[in-house]
Nanobody, 130 residues
Framework: QVHLVESGGGLVQPGGSLRLSCAAS????????VGWFRQAPGKEREGVSS????????HYADSVKGRFTISRDNAKNTVYLQMNSLRPEDTAVYYC???????????????????????WGQGTQVTVSS
């Protein structure tokens, strides 16, 4: 089967770190641009970070710049989101999406529904609280 699976979410204190994983099965993720999104209750979905397919350029929302780092491991068919200096406002469900055609910037700012992307994961909860 072809799908994306996020993992690595959990409860962490403010200032702490988490590493999210977006693992692909059934297809090779290195041909796809991958984006991380998040959605908190009552708020619109926000593009957090993205990484392009070919040159692996990375992009970040201003709200996470300098704290989050996106990377890919093609051997493991996985994209990671390292989140440091977490804040309560980072609390949300985090989703990853993969698209063959979109650039990293395009996927970061996209407000398209999930079914527009080639692949969309089920999400992982991140809660930042003391």
């Amino acid at each position: 089967q072809v799908h994306l699976v996020e993992s690595g979410g959990g409860l962490v204190q403010p200032g702490g770190s988490l590493r999210l994983s977006c693992a692909a099965s059934g297809f090779s993720l290195d041909y796809y641009t991958v984006g991380w999104f998040r959605q908190a209750p009552g708020k619109e979905r926000e593009g957090v970070s993205s990484i392009d397919n070919k040159e692996s350029s990375t992009h970040y929302a201003d709200s996470v710049k300098g704290r989050f780092t996106i990377s890919r491991d093609n051997a493991k068919n996985t994209v990671y989101l390292q989140m440091n200096s977490l804040r309560p406002e980072d609390t949300a469900v985090y989703y990853c999406a993969a698209d063959y055609s979109l650039t990293g910037l395009a996927i970061l700012v996209s407000d398209s529904p999930p079914n527009v992307f080639d692949h969309w994961g089920q999400g992982t909860q991140v809660t930042v609280s003391s």
